[in-house]
């Protein structure tokens, strides 16, 4: 792999992004690499629980506007629905049920893309300086494609960082309960494997059981269905963009980006 290392100990698969130079901004195969290595955590009898971390400052600036990766002469909405519906809604959803505990440890920024990278782990170990945002209204786009803001921060929230651009702080996102615990930076993997180590000495059916029952509440509640008609909703952004020659406001996001450090 080129842009994931995988290990596994102790019952503990650990998944980490190595792209660092690019603050883990996602590009496609960065993206595929990281889907087969959680296929490969979900398949190993011996792995009990999976860690998600980042190599770096930050866990992750999101999708890559620099990917640097073939782009097709004309650029339609069926040729973004189809990229984005398999590496962005599908990869988030099956990483959400894969049937073992999952832990994403985050520090520094978590833009965008990043969420969909942390929220679909069932706990989230949070460094004093990590910091998650969305803004891609700035694009004309009503929020990343696996939306689950509404669900992770409450409506009212949701609407704030949406409407605003502004980022989340780690004991904000503690407080709301998107974030477990928040710990200082030096001390986030260490706390986030004692964390994973006493998850896995407990009896993985019962494990399995307890996340199905928790998730099996969500859906009944209408997170799935939420997922799949906002996803939608998130489709029509990009056809109003298109019908604006060259997507303008997309190298405005690219120039916030760029800044980070």
Request: proline share 5%; net charge negative; aromatic share 6%.
């Amino acid at each position: 792999m080129t842009y994931i290392e995988y290990s596994v100990a102790d019952k503990i698969a650990t998944i980490t992004l190595n792209r660092p130079e690019r603050a883990n901004a996602q590009n496609g195969a960065l993206l595929d690499e990281l889907d087969a290595a959680w296929m490969r955590a979900a398949g190993d009898p011996d792995v009990v629980v999976i860690v998600l971390r980042a190599e770096g400052k930050h866990f992750s600036a999101g999708h890559d506007l620099k990917s640097g990766e073939p782009v097709p002469d004309k650029i339609t909405l069926e040729l973004i629905y189809q990229n984005e519906s398999r590496r962005y809604l599908e990869y988030s959803l099956r990483w959400r049920n894969i049937p073992k505990p999952s832990i994403a440890a985050v520090q520094g920024r978590c833009i965008s893309g990043g969420l969909l990278l942390c929220w679909p782990c069932d706990l989230i170990v949070a460094a004093d300086d990590a910091q998650f945002s969305d803004p891609v209204v700035l694009m004309g786009i009503g929020g990343v494609e696996y939306h689950g803001h509404t669900w992770e921060l409450g409506p009212r929230k949701a609407k704030e960082i949406l409407f605003t651009g502004r980022p989340v702080t780690a004991v904000e996102a503690e407080q709301v309960g998107m974030v477990n615990k928040v710990v200082p930076r030096a001390e986030l993997d260490v706390e986030t494997t004692k964390l994973a180590q006493h998850i896995a000495s407990m009896p993985p059916f019962g494990l399995r059981q307890a996340k199905r029952a928790v998730n099996q509440t969500l859906d009944v509640q209408g997170f799935y269905a939420a997922i799949q008609s906002v996803f939608d909703v998130h489709q029509t952004g990009h056809g109003n963009a298109l019908s604006v020659s060259g997507y303008p406001v997309l190298a405005r996001l690219d120039e916030m980006k760029s800044k980070i450090t």
